[in-house]
T-cell receptor, first 112, second 111 residues
Framework: DAKTTQPPSMDCAEGRAANLPCNHS???????VYWYRQIHSQGPQYIIH???NNETNEMASLIITEDRKSSTLILPHATLRDTAVYYC?????????????FGQGTILTVHP | NAGVTQTPKFQVLKTGQSMTLQCAQD?????MSWYRQDPGMGLRLIHY???????DQGEVPNGYNVSRSTTEDFPLRLLSAAPSQTSVYFC??????????FGQGTRLTVV
């Protein structure tokens, strides 16, 4: 019973925006959406998170639909170094105790 | 600031041997957890801890023990290694409602 659903793979041209979708149709009102990425089997790296408002930081933007059933991670100007597996996960505020549930993620390949 | 440090980076064990994977964090985080990642798969939670002296099981706890005697350290013990435990192991730490920080992993092969 997947808590989030992501496409298995996506391609993007270097310099273009990469838009990675995530479906979380059963999300509860107190659950945040978190995005991580994993490069070359290194430890996962935090990217961004949000509850209901769109968020932006130095790495990416997160767009959450008004009904909160899906979200999109946007890498505005993808580089070759952004080639990685991207994981979307959901965490209940105040009760996660540091536990994360990862699906298989989206393999993003950035091409020259 | 070292973050989350895992040792060793690589390990080969024979079936039946025991060993301890070490994890230390220097951020004074309350929560720590262990995950395993099999080829082509996402991470699966083995055990987690919400503070010194408090641990609980995750999704795949069988064959592993943990303890948390200090805030900084959260070792993972393999009691009797089996080939099915060949995997990459990641340790993570966090505070409540904040991002998790992961170590660089321990690549374990059981022959």
């Amino acid at each position: 019973d997947a808590k989030t659903t992501q496409p298995p793979s996506m391609d993007c041209a270097e310099g273009r925006a990469a838009n990675l979708p995530c479906n979380h149709s059963t999300i509860s009102g107190n659950e945040y959406v978190y995005w991580y990425r994993q490069i070359h089997s290194q430890g996962p790296q935090y990217i961004i998170h949000g509850l209901k408002n769109n968020e932006t930081n130095e790495m990416a933007s997160l767009i959450i639909t008004e009904d909160r059933k899906s979200s999109t991670l946007i890498l505005p100007h993808a580089t070759l170094r952004d080639t990685a597996v991207y994981y979307c996960t959901r965490i209940a505020g105040g009760t996660s105790y540091g536990k994360l549930t990862f699906g298989q993620g989206t393999i993003l390949t950035v091409h020259p | 600031n070292a973050g989350v440090t895992q040792t060793p980076k690589f390990q080969v064990l024979k079936t039946g041997q025991s060993m301890t994977l070490q994890c230390a964090q220097d951020m004074n985080h309350e929560y720590m957890s262990w995950y395993r990642q099999d080829p082509g798969m996402g991470l699966r939670l083995i055990h987690y801890s919400v503070g010194a002296g408090i641990t609980d099981q995750g999704e795949v706890p069988n064959g592993y023990n943990v303890s948390r005697s200090t805030t900084e350290d959260f070792p993972l013990r393999l009691l009797s290694a089996a080939p099915s435990q060949t995997s990459v192991y990641f340790c993570a730490s966090s505070e409540a409602d904040t991002e998790a920080f992961f170590g660089q992993g321990t690549r374990l092969t059981v022959v």
